[in-house]
């Protein structure tokens, strides 16, 4: 998905649901615009941020059968996470997420400056289990 908005807080950015392939996670291998999650020791990439660019989330959705906690974030150039959202909570069996005005003026963009060892502008999240299933909208600057 990708098309133009042209009114509200967004306007003249591109919208896109999120880049990647998925995960393959208990043989599921969901289609493109969907991650799976595969636990507390992966942080798994929702969105890589283009070159030259930056964007902001716009929604994120999540499904999980059972009780887990997400962290969104991105990565240091020394792979170590850094918040970007604060940390959520999947309840079991119920769908979750949060909208434009919950994610409002989060932007993710590559940061070789920032201290300590700068960032790499890409979504990741970080499950407390495995198999969560996690869907976002993205608003990216040309």
Known sequence: MSYLITQGRYAGLIAKSNNTAGNLVLGLLPGPGLVVTLGAASADIIHQCP???SFY???????????ATLLFETLSNAAVPVPM??????????????????????EFMLNSVAAPNGWDG???VTSSVAGV???CEVAEKL
């Open 57 to 67: 989330v716009t929604k994120l959705l999540w499904y999980s059968a059972v009780a």
């Open 85 to 106: 959202i604060p940390l959520q909570n999947a309840i079991a069996g119920i769908p979750g997420g949060l909208g434009e005005d919950d994610l409002a003026n989060v």
């Open 51 to 53: 070159i030259g660019r």
């Open 133 to 135: 299933v996690i869907s």
């Open 122 to 124: 890409n979504l990741y």
